[in-house]
């Protein structure tokens, strides 16, 4: 079925859903519309139930290993007592092929059904059926979560930052795991534990930080908040994505990263904070890359986000080697780490990162961009396959419900190797995407496109769009 004749049909049902709501809302002017999340604010344990149903159309790569457009039904039932939530993501994928009149059912196989798969990718499979098991939100004293992990750091992000198991979504999905425990919990705010893991099916990207808070017992907004971490990750199988390209697995080592991290506040006003950061890092055990970061970061009227400073880098060291990109890039990024010994694919040097961000209308609109690189010039000359040696960005634009009557969207840019103006506008090294949501009552219209470089696929880069209707109570 063509995209085009699908939109017809998800427009054709946004209609119908809007005519129906239309004709309930007549004679309900006494009606008044309540909030789930003001029940909770109001009685933490009344139980909140909130159900979507989306239909629509999604392009996926076939058992054949061609794009093709499946129709989708969506379910999304969510639940929340309180600090717990539990959420499932259950989509039947579809075509309605057939010739010379007959219609054919199909549903698409990997969704239910892997030929040949072990007990582990069976566990993943039907695990990633729940969105999100959860108990409280990270920032908390005590916060567990399986399911997908939007975006993960532990520390100061210079090991693990803005990590997110969802780079091969709606293809694949991973249920990976969070927990954070400060002892804060327990009237004594001397220390904590972080703990992470990409895929519980799987459990090859895994990591921890212990730290303790020396002067948590001081009554001071600033001194009190300093802490000092032990921080470690090891990535097991740093060939997960790519086994498929390889007739028989090369040899390779578990990827291990491990540190120590300091963040102190400087200033904690009503309108400026300021603390001081720093990681000293290894990567490898026989003989460690080294690396380390300090800067300053804060915030300014509690509207502007900042962070600026320096990173420096021993021979192939990589800076937050387990980021946003980390599934897209494991090749790429294992070239440095097993290159210890040999001639230095990057020579040591000192590079420059800074970030700025904008909060308004409490979070209604919110901009926020990163960007990093080397002072020095580059050796290898090669954005695609040595991005490392080139600026990198990345930036997220978000605009909430409610700011723009019946829309709300969210654009996303994450881009490697930009050796050129132009080069911001390619798809290599890149993730770029954007989701528009159109809303009236509880109907909804959702459009998300994603461009993917994927060194993976024969044409490295992949266009992933997904239109669907629904309904959300």
Same mark, same amino acid.
């Given at each position: 079925?063509?995209?085009?004749r699908?939109?017809l049909?998800?427009?054709?049902?946004?209609?119908?859903l809007q005519?129906?709501l239309?004709?309930q809302e007549?004679?309900?002017?006494s009606?008044?519309?309540?909030?789930?999340?003001?029940?909770?604010?109001e009685?933490?344990?009344?139980p909140?139930?909130?159900?979507?149903?989306?239909?629509?159309?999604?392009?996926?790569i076939d058992?054949?290993?061609?794009?093709?457009?499946?129709?989708?039904?969506?379910?999304?039932?969510? @639940?929340? $007592? =309180?600090?717990?939530?539990?959420?499932?993501?259950?989509? %039947?994928? !579809?075509?309605? #092929?057939?010739? /010379?009149?007959?219609?054919?059912?199909?549903?698409?196989?990997?969704d239910?059904?892997?030929?040949?798969?072990?007990f582990?990718?069976?566990?993943?499979l039907?695990?990633?059926?729940?969105?999100?098991?959860?108990?409280?939100?990270?920032?908390?004293?005590?916060?567990?979560?399986?399911?997908?992990?939007?975006?993960?750091?532990?520390?100061?992000?210079?090991?693990l930052?803005?990590?997110?198991?969802e780079?091969?979504k709606?293809?694949?999905k991973?249920?990976?795991?969070r927990f954070?425990?400060?002892?804060?919990?327990?009237?004594?705010p001397?220390?904590?534990?972080?703990?992470?893991?990409?895929?519980?099916?799987?459990?090859?990207?895994?990591?921890?930080?212990?730290?303790?808070?020396?002067?948590?017992?001081?009554?001071?907004?600033?001194f009190?908040? @300093?802490? $000092? =971490?032990?921080?470690?990750?090891?990535?097991?199988?740093? %060939?997960? !994505?790519?086994? #498929?390209?390889? /007739?028989?697995?090369?040899?390779?080592d578990?990827?291990?990263?491990?540190?120590?991290?300091?963040?102190?506040?400087?200033?904690?006003?009503?309108?400026?904070?300021?603390a001081?950061?720093?990681?000293y890092?290894?990567?490898?055990?026989?003989?460690?890359?080294?690396?380390?970061s300090?800067?300053?970061?804060?915030?300014?009227?509690?509207?502007?986000?900042?962070?600026?400073g320096?990173?420096?880098?021993?021979?192939?060291?990589?800076?937050?080697?387990?980021?946003?990109?980390?599934?897209?890039?494991?090749?790429?990024?294992?070239?440095?780490?097993?290159?210890?010994h040999?001639?230095?694919?990057?020579?040591?040097?000192?590079?420059?990162?800074?970030?700025?961000?904008?909060?308004?209308?409490?979070?209604?609109?919110?901009?926020?961009a990163?960007?990093?690189?080397?002072?020095?010039?580059?050796?290898?000359?090669?954005?695609?396959f040595?991005?490392?040696?080139?600026?990198h960005?990345?930036?997220?634009?978000?605009?909430?419900?409610?700011i723009?009557?019946?829309?709300?969207m969210?654009?996303?840019?994450?881009?490697?190797?930009?050796?050129?103006?132009?080069?911001?506008?390619s798809?290599?090294?890149?993730?770029i995407?954007?989701?528009?949501?159109?809303?009236i009552q509880?109907?909804v219209?959702?459009?998300?496109v994603?461009?993917?470089?994927?060194?993976?696929?024969?044409d490295?880069?992949?266009?992933?769009?997904?239109?669907?209707?629904?309904?959300?109570?």
């Amino acid at each position: 079925m063509s995209l085009s004749r699908q939109m017809l049909i998800t427009s054709a049902l946004l209609f119908t859903l809007q005519f129906s709501l239309f004709s309930q809302e007549i004679g309900t002017d006494s009606e008044q519309t309540i909030d789930p999340a003001s029940i909770q604010s109001e009685n933490p344990t009344t139980p909140v139930f909130r159900f979507g149903l989306g239909i629509g159309a999604v392009n996926l790569i076939d058992e054949e290993g061609n794009n093709k457009i499946y129709n989708s039904i969506r379910l999304n039932p969510d @639940l929340a $007592i =309180g600090k717990f939530g539990i959420g499932l993501d259950i989509d %039947f994928r !579809f075509t309605l #092929d057939g010739d /010379s009149g007959t219609t054919e059912f199909k549903v698409y196989e990997p969704d239910w059904y892997l030929p040949g798969a072990s007990f582990k990718e069976y566990f993943n499979l039907y695990l990633s059926k729940f969105d999100y098991i959860r108990w409280g939100q990270s920032g908390d004293d005590l916060f567990a979560k399986i399911g997908s992990i939007e975006s993960a750091t532990i520390g100061n992000g210079f090991i693990l930052g803005g990590y997110t198991n969802e780079n091969f979504k709606p293809q694949r999905k991973y249920t990976g795991f969070r927990f954070e425990l400060d002892t804060a919990l327990f009237n004594w705010p001397y220390m904590g534990i972080e703990l992470f893991a990409s895929n519980i099916s799987e459990l090859d990207l895994m990591a921890a930080r212990y730290y303790v808070k020396p002067l948590g017992g001081i009554q001071s907004p600033v001194f009190s908040g @300093l802490e $000092i =971490g032990i921080n470690f990750a090891v990535d097991r199988n740093p %060939f997960f !994505f790519v086994e #498929d390209l390889y /007739s028989t697995l090369p040899e390779f080592d578990p990827v291990i990263v491990y540190g120590v991290d300091i963040m102190q506040p400087l200033l904690d006003i009503k309108i400026f904070t300021m603390a001081l950061y720093g990681d000293y890092v290894l990567q490898g055990t026989s003989s460690p890359t080294m690396g380390g970061s300090t800067g300053l970061g804060g915030s300014l009227i509690k509207i502007i986000s900042w962070n600026m400073g320096i990173i420096i880098r021993g021979n192939d060291f990589v800076p937050t080697y387990f980021n946003r990109t980390y599934d897209l890039d494991r090749l790429t990024k294992y070239r440095l780490y097993d290159n210890n010994h040999r001639v230095p694919l990057q020579e040591k040097g000192i590079d420059y990162k800074a970030s700025l961000g904008f909060n308004f209308l409490d979070g209604g609109i919110s901009f926020v961009a990163q960007v990093n690189g080397p002072f020095a010039s580059p050796v290898l000359k090669d954005p695609v396959f040595a991005p490392w040696e080139y600026p990198h960005i990345m930036a997220l634009f978000t605009i909430g419900e409610g700011i723009i009557p019946y829309f709300d969207m969210s654009f996303w840019y994450d881009k490697q190797g930009i050796d050129s103006a132009s080069a911001l506008i390619s798809a290599d090294n890149a993730l770029i995407g954007g989701r528009l949501n159109y809303r009236i009552q509880s109907a909804v219209v959702s459009l998300q496109v994603d461009v993917k470089y994927d060194p993976g696929l024969p044409d490295d880069w992949q266009v992933t769009t997904k239109l669907e209707t629904g309904i959300q109570f």
